[in-house]
């Protein structure tokens, strides 16, 4: 990345993960650019009721995948998810907490900043 990238609230964006490894990049960053159609911009403390969800949704994020380099999540992993299905599970009643200051700024066309800061863990 060139320059660092924005989060929900206008700040410089944080990493979300590094163990998993996450990001549309796998750089550990929700940073998004023009080619990812996913949005994969909220980075959320997944819960086994979200995965769940998830997978019920059409998005198996507990399998693993090793030829991919992708071992399946896990409740509690941080994980940058599609901000599309995150706006989804928030109206399905099943959306995970999330961290505001690593959630990229392209997250607002999906969910608002007042539904993200309801289920923020890094606000105080």
């Known amino acids: 990345m060139e320059k660092k990238q ?19 990049f796998r750089d550990g960053c929700c940073n998004t650019d023009e080619n990812d159609h996913g949005v994969h911009t909220v980075c959320a403390k997944v819960t086994n009721e979200f995965l769940q969800w998830c997978k019920n949704d059409g ?3 507990i399998t693993p995948h090793p030829e991919f380099g992708f071992l399946g999540l896990k409740d509690g992993d941080n ?19 999330v961290y505001v200051k690593k959630t990229h700024e392209n997250t607002l066309k999906f969910v608002s900043i007042e539904q993200l800061k309801k289920y923020a863990i890094d606000l105080s």
Do not use: H, I, M, Q
């Open 6 to 24: 924005k989060n929900v609230l206008g700040e410089d964006l944080e990493d979300c993960s590094k163990d998993p490894v996450t990001g549309w």
């Open 59 to 61: 998005n198996d994020l």
């Open 79 to 97: 994980w940058c998810v599609c901000a599309s299905s995150y706006a989804r599970s928030l109206e399905a009643g099943k959306a995970c907490f």
